[in-house]
């Protein structure tokens, strides 16, 4: 995402004097964002290879800090010792991490998407829904097949009912 300036706060009135929204200049630094957020199961796939192939030190550094659940006067236990590894909780986002391990993070992912990319071969071939190969002539691909036509083309071709 592309960074830039932009001016925060209200240009209106402070009728009640609180100034508590002033107009102000913001710069912000371009950044990538992902499609997705990290989920636990992410994660935990990322100490996994970690526990592999680095050391204990950079394993135990990449935890996330299960503490911020914890607050006065709430019942948050179970969050702090579950919330990570307890199935039901798997597909939630990761909680937790600071800058630094996000970084680490998405190093990481990023060498393993590209080590993926470079296992295929850059296969160039067309590929339809699920990157599953179209074949010529393949009706449900998008096309005519040997005479017949699918609701799509036989719309286009004005013969749809």
Not at 92 to 119: H, I, M, S
Request: proline fraction near 2%.
């Amino acid at each position: 995402i592309e960074g830039g300036r932009t001016v925060l706060g209200t240009t209106e009135e402070d009728v009640t004097n609180t100034h508590d929204n002033m107009e102000r200049t913001v710069t912000i630094a371009s950044f990538y964002m992902d499609e997705a957020e990290v989920a636990n199961i992410h994660w935990l796939e990322y100490l996994h290879y970690l526990r592999k192939d680095s050391t204990e030190e950079q394993y135990k550094a990449a935890l996330p800090d299960t503490t911020v659940w914890a607050r006065d006067l709430s019942f948050n236990d179970p969050y702090v010792t579950y919330y990570l590894r307890y199935p039901g909780f798997r597909y939630f986002p990761v909680v937790g991490v600071n800058w630094l391990q996000a970084d680490r993070y998405c190093t990481w992912r990023t060498a393993k998407v590209n080590e993926g990319l470079a296992a295929k071969g850059g296969d160039s071939g067309k590929k339809g829904l699920f990157g599953k190969k179209k074949k010529k002539g393949d009706a449900a691909a998008g096309g005519a097949a040997e005479g017949g036509t699918n609701a799509a083309g036989a719309l286009a071709n004005g013969k749809g009912g």
